[in-house]
């Protein structure tokens, strides 16, 4: 659920007791959830993340393009090959293998 729809329009689904802070976003299918402020800053800062992690992983994408022309882009096993997870690792500033 985003926008905060289980605390404002489906409460009842909600545990007593539960959290209720907050807010998360979906922008362009990645949904991002932000904690600790305000509900507008809250908003605000899941959807700059949102944003701009889709941007970091389409700038990642066409980067590869260039070197791994005609592949694919998506794998078809459970586990990615090295080299998408070196794209992500560029993406994420690092991943420990």
Do not use: C
Request: net charge negative.
């Amino acid at each position: 659920m985003s926008d905060g729809q289980l605390v404002y329009s489906e409460a009842h689904r909600l545990p007593d007791g539960s959290f209720r802070f907050g807010y998360s976003v979906e922008v362009d299918g990645t949904q991002v959830g932000a904690s600790g402020l305000t509900e507008l800053q809250d908003r605000y800062q899941a959807t700059v993340l949102a944003a701009d992690l889709n941007y970091r992983i389409a700038a990642a994408r066409t980067e590869w393009a260039k070197d791994f022309a005609g592949e694919r882009w998506y794998a078809n096993e459970q586990v990615a090959p090295d080299r998408f997870r070196d794209a992500l690792a560029g993406v994420l500033g690092g991943v420990q293998r």
